[in-house]
């Protein structure tokens, strides 16, 4: 029983998978042909005739054959599986996947690194994608996240600045890897609040050794609701079963050369050979009372909920033991959103969350080529789909009968609306007050102190692996004063940290500052040997 509702995805892609039977090759309208390599020509030396509708057709058909990378995320790898629960969560949300252990949801995931274009290589430095989309039997749920649990900016609005920032420069397109260059260092040393997950960036998580061995974290703080319509709010985690693991630097650089397809091929092998990827769900639960019991606000993307103060809770694990039949039609259409969500998941008012619920459906509307993407074989879900949307390019569904709006009283078949209890989506009634205003609140203003944190939870190794980082890629700033600021805002994390990247760059050290957040200097590191420049 729950192993077909693990299937239910496969099953209803099976039909549509095209295995073609041994048989003559066709136009696209059926017309059999008997020549596919030479063009119809007047004489044997003459001009080729428009009339060759074969040769215009496939031609035509060629040159359509791209559509728009991603805008960020371009490279990516995919693969199916399933979901299923320890036990039942119904306590904290009446999501129906998380209802029971004997419940198995199909999935598609997709691993990503977010700055590289869909050709550049697998093992650079720079955040990795981790993205689900549970097929559950009340719609899909999408959990778009990444392998660090912290981001860059707080509010969406700032997201465009900031992946011009990151993406190769327009004048030349150089470089692919993310951080070496002038843009990404002037802005973040003018954005103190991205300087957490650039301490993260500078770290080896940001070069996993495969992606079966890389957390994901929702990021945002999430809300659960019950039945009895209580919230209670989330971050989720995902955790590899193999463990974290990272390359070293030289490995990554290395590797880039000769393999750059690495961490790809490392999924599909690994499946492929029946090695299959595995990943535990935690949550960290807070309750709605709770909200403003922490140092920090919890709708501020930059910080985590240190586990120490809210444990992590393994709610289920996650299986992937299938891989795609065709790239474009499955890794390349998917689209995942974070405003797909279920019964039982709502959202929290983090401006990044709020703006990024825009920005999904918006841009694949461009890239998927119109209105009627949510039909593609990989997008469907296994729940029914019934409304009164109609037309559009790529319309796949024959919609019979006379009417396409409601109320209507000419026929019948007019599709009804749900009660809640019948499975519709309420969303959470929180109460919201307030005066329109761009002003964000002062509990998104402190930005140092989970980057201290975080630099002080690393083994001396790794403090020296990130210092390394800091040179080299900072190092390849050509302006000083980039430098400088950058080694600035250091300093408001660990002295000892600014001070030795500045001697890696030809910076003056700063002063020790003082001050809340300020001043802390960590023990001396050996950094004799700290590569600066190792390309
Ligand atoms: C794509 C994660 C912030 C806009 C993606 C993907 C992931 C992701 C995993 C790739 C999905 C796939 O594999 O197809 C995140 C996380 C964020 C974040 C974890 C912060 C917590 C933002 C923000 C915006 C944004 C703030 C815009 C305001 C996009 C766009 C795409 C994308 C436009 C391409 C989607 C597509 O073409 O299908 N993001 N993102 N992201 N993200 Fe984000």
Known sequence: MSTDEARAKQEQLDPLRDRPEDGPLTTNFGSRVDDTDNSLSAGERGPTLMEDFHFREKVTHFDHERIPERVVHARGAGAYGYFRPYASLAEYTKADFLQSEDRETPVFVRFSTVAGSRGSADTVRDVRGFATKFYTREGNYDLVGNNFPVFFIQDAIKFPDFVHAVKPEPDNEIPQAQSAHDTFWDFVSLQPESMHMVMWLMSDRSIPRSYRMMQGFGVHTFRFVNAEGRGTFVKFHWRPVLGTHSLVWEEAQTIAGKDPDYNRRDLWDAIERGDYPEFELAVQLV???DEFRFDFDLLDPTKIIPEETVPLRPIGKMVLDRNPDNFFAET??????????????????????QGRNFSYLDTQLIRLGGPNFEQLPVNRPVAQVRNNQRDGYGQHRIHPGKSSYAPNSVSGGCPVLASPDAGAYVHHQERVDGVKIRKR????????SQATLFWNSMADWEKEHIVAAYR????KTTHREIRERTVEQLNHIDHTLATAVAEGIGVRPPAEPAGRNHGRTSPALSLANSPTDSI
């Open 287 to 289: 309750p709605e009372d």
């Open 332 to 353: 390349e259409q998917v689209a995942f959103h974070t405003a797909h969500v279920v019964p039982g998941i709502d959202f929290t008012n983090d401006p990044l969350l």
């Open 441 to 448: 609140s002062e509990s998104f203003s402190e930005h140092y």
């Open 472 to 475: 080299f890629e900072l190092g």
